[in-house]
């Protein structure tokens, strides 16, 4: 997000740079509230299988400064990719490690799906209300404009942390997923090299390799999103 404001500054264009400061205004309390939910929803959800670490940490909250990680925080404003403060799981309490771990890390993505098609029933309701709103001012048509943006933002955001969270590749949610699969010996095999495995995923990421398939997903998934709601 830092790039394309960047980018907007180096254009010279006041309208493209009015519009990328508003979206880029508008991206971070969704940005909180979007790393929030997610570990929240890892960590009550292991709470219900019987590990309460998350809540004994006071982890268990919307809270975004319970969750902050700086560096994720960071790759997160500057490729619009990156991760909260992860909540932390003791599987010694769960009765099946693995498949309990996997519903764990489901609980994540599946979270911020849910919180996109919240927003979009929002922005759906908004639509309606709004007709019957006049539009003879220049103000009113710009708090329309940001609002729409802002619902926009809010889902289109979700998508794609809920998508780029269940890539089965560690230390993602969806290789807990995608791992239960595996025997046991293979499975912790793979975990021992999670560092190595992130670093050299980060690397094709920042070189922009994967843009082309992730963009492909998350506009299907939003756009599936917007036209149950007929927003598209």
């Known amino acids: 997000m ?4 960047i980018r907007a500054f180096s254009s010279g264009d006041p309208d493209t ?12 309390p ?3 509230l979007t790393l929030s939910v997610h570990e929240t929803a890892h960590g009550y959800v292991a709470n219900k299988l019987g590990d309460p670490t998350a809540s004994s940490l006071g982890r268990l909250t919307l809270n975004p400064f319970k969750h902050f990680e700086p560096i994720g925080f960071l790759m997160m404003m500057l490729v619009g990719y990156g991760w909260a403060k992860p909540v932390p799981i003791n599987t010694r309490y769960f009765k099946k490690p ?11 993505p599946l ?10 029933g929002l922005f759906k309701i ?7 709103v006049p539009m003879s001012s220049l103000m009113a048509h710009n708090v329309v404009m940001l609002t729409s943006l802002f619902f926009y933002t809010a889902i289109s955001m979700n998508v794609t942390f809920a998508v780029f969270n269940l890539i089965p590749i560690p230390p993602f ?3 807990r997923i995608a791992l239960t699969f595996l025997p046991s010996d293979l499975y912790f095999k793979i975990q021992r090299y999670e560092r190595y495995i992130m670093i050299g995923f980060f690397v094709l990421l920042l070189t922009d390799v994967l843009d082309p398939v992730f963009n492909l997903v998350f506009d299907a998934v939003t756009n599936l999103i917007l036209r149950l709601f007929g927003l598209l």
């Not at 519009?19 to 508008?26: G, K, M, S």
């Not at 979270?111 to 979009?120: E, H, V």
């Open 30 to 32: 969704v940005l909180f």
């Open 173 to 175: 949610d969806g290789s």
């Open 98 to 108: 693995k498949r309990d771990m996997a519903i764990c890390a489901a609980a994540g």
């Open 111 to 120: 979270s911020n799906l849910l919180l996109a098609i919240i927003f979009a």
């Open 126 to 132: 908004f639509t309606l209300v709004i007709v019957y």
């Open 2 to 5: 830092l790039f394309s404001l």
């Open 17 to 28: 740079i009015k519009i990328y400061v508003a979206v880029f205004l508008l991206s971070l």
